[in-house]
């Protein structure tokens, strides 16, 4: 399945890595620099696709960025979209899951360092995000049959 990615990242070379990284994988990635330039690009977005009410898959924001930091970023992007699935990258993990409580919605957070190969099973594995929202929706709809069901996705038996 292709998803369509915006990450914030100031730091060049770690955001070409992203990118090359998930290009390789058959997303589509779009990088910007800092917090004003993502709310612009999510904005530009919106407008272009308001006929399909289409959204980024996966909004990634580094925390500390210049203009605004992610947090900051998060709560524009959650008052546009309650339902965005945001993914938090950091190196200061203890004090951004404090500031993540005044958000709205669940987030995830990703604590640097990680590998390449971390960042590809955040985005396409079976995150909890991912779970919550099929909970919601119920169980049914994994797999099209109706009653209970077991969920479609990888094996939580070994």
């Known amino acids: ?35 004003i330039e993502c709310l612009q690009t999510y904005s530009d977005f919106l407008k272009n696709n308001e006929e399909n009410k289409s959204f980024f898959d996966i909004v ?41 409580r005044s958000l709205k919605e669940e987030v995830e957070v990703m604590n640097k360092p990680f590998t390449l190969k971390a960042l590809v099973i955040q985005i396409e594995g079976w995150s909890l995000f991912m779970w919550r929202e099929h909970a919601r ?12 069901s077991v969920p479609v996705g990888p094996s939580r038996s070994t």
């Not at 203009?67 to 709560?75: E, F, K, L």
């Open 137 to 148: 929706r119920g169980f049914k709809d994994w797999d099209g049959y109706s009653g209970t």
């Open 1 to 35: 399945m292709v998803l369509r990615i915006l990450v914030a990242e100031d730091n060049q070379d770690l955001a070409d890595t992203y990118k090359t990284a998930l290009e390789n994988r058959g997303h589509v990635v779009i990088i910007v620099r800092d917090g």
């Open 60 to 100: 990634i924001l580094d925390q500390q960025m210049p203009g605004m930091d992610g947090i900051d970023v998060a709560r524009e992007i959650q008052r546009v979209n309650q339902k965005q699935r945001i993914i938090f990258i950091t190196g200061y993990g203890a004090k951004v899951i404090k500031k993540l």
